[in-house]
């Protein structure tokens, strides 16, 4: 029973203001995110989307291609979160807020990047169709279209960020919309 007195006090001692335990917690909670990252990223290089890949279609695999990468990235990025919850991080400034909105943000970004991967995906489908018709004008736009969606879909971003960071957007997306009309 001693060594439960002794380890008890040992992990109540203090590293720069935070408790041993408090570290070793949030250390455990990164190599938990990393493990099922790593165990994620196996599944579906190793069993999934191999056997996606014997189906009759490819929109399957190709969507669990796409979406691979980014989700064990968020695994990831939720392994980092539980280890910042556990540090007791400075109030003033406040650290832990400003921790937060970063992986918030960091977690947009891997949304847009799964929804990015997801367009190119879907135009290669459309690209397949356009390219059995004889009208070549949609084989011509499938770019444009590629990158208006794109460009779009990046404005979303930009705003999701600036809200994320603590920003009214609403009275900017009102200014463009009330610009948009001016224009119209």
């Given at each position: 029973?001693?060594?439960?007195?002794?380890?008890s006090?040992?992990?109540?001692?203090e590293?720069?203001?935070?408790?041993?335990?408090?570290?070793?917690?949030?250390?455990?909670?990164?190599i938990?995110?990393f493990?099922?990252?790593?165990?994620?990223?196996?599944?579906?290089?190793?069993?999934?989307?191999?056997?996606?890949?014997?189906?009759?279609?490819?929109?399957?695999?190709?969507?669990?291609?796409?979406l691979?990468?980014?989700?064990?990235?968020?695994?990831l990025?939720?392994?980092?979160?539980?280890a910042?919850?556990?540090?007791?991080?400075?109030?003033?400034?406040?650290?832990?807020?400003?921790?937060?909105?970063?992986?918030?943000?960091?977690?947009?970004?891997?949304v847009?990047?799964?929804?990015?991967?997801?367009?190119?995906?879907?135009?290669?489908?459309?690209?397949?169709?356009?390219?059995r018709?004889?009208?070549?004008?949609d084989?011509?736009?499938?770019?444009?279209?590629?990158?208006?969606?794109?460009?779009?879909?990046?404005?979303?971003?930009?705003?999701?960020i600036?809200?994320?960071?603590?920003?009214?957007?609403?009275?900017l997306?009102?200014g463009?919309?009330?610009?948009?009309?001016?224009?119209?």
């Open positions: 029973m001693e060594w439960k007195l002794h380890l006090v040992w992990l109540q001692k590293i720069v203001g935070i408790a041993l335990w408090q570290i070793l917690t949030a250390v455990v909670f990164i938990i995110g493990s099922f990252k790593k165990i994620s990223d196996h599944i579906f290089e190793k069993h999934l989307i191999p056997f996606l890949k014997k189906t009759r279609t490819d929109i399957d695999h190709l969507f669990f291609e796409a691979s990468k980014p989700l064990g990235f968020i695994i990025l939720a392994g980092i979160a539980g910042f919850a556990v540090l007791p991080l400075p109030e003033k400034p406040n650290i832990n807020g400003f921790v937060f909105v970063c992986l918030k943000i960091i977690a947009a970004i891997i847009i990047w799964f929804l990015f991967r997801i367009i190119d995906i879907s135009l290669k489908y459309i690209a397949r169709i356009a390219n018709t004889e009208s070549k004008l084989e011509q736009m499938l770019p444009f279209i590629s990158k208006a969606v794109k460009i779009v879909i990046f404005l979303m971003l930009a705003l999701w600036l809200q994320l960071s603590g920003y009214n957007i609403s009275s997306l009102a463009l919309g009330i610009g948009g009309l001016a224009v119209a």
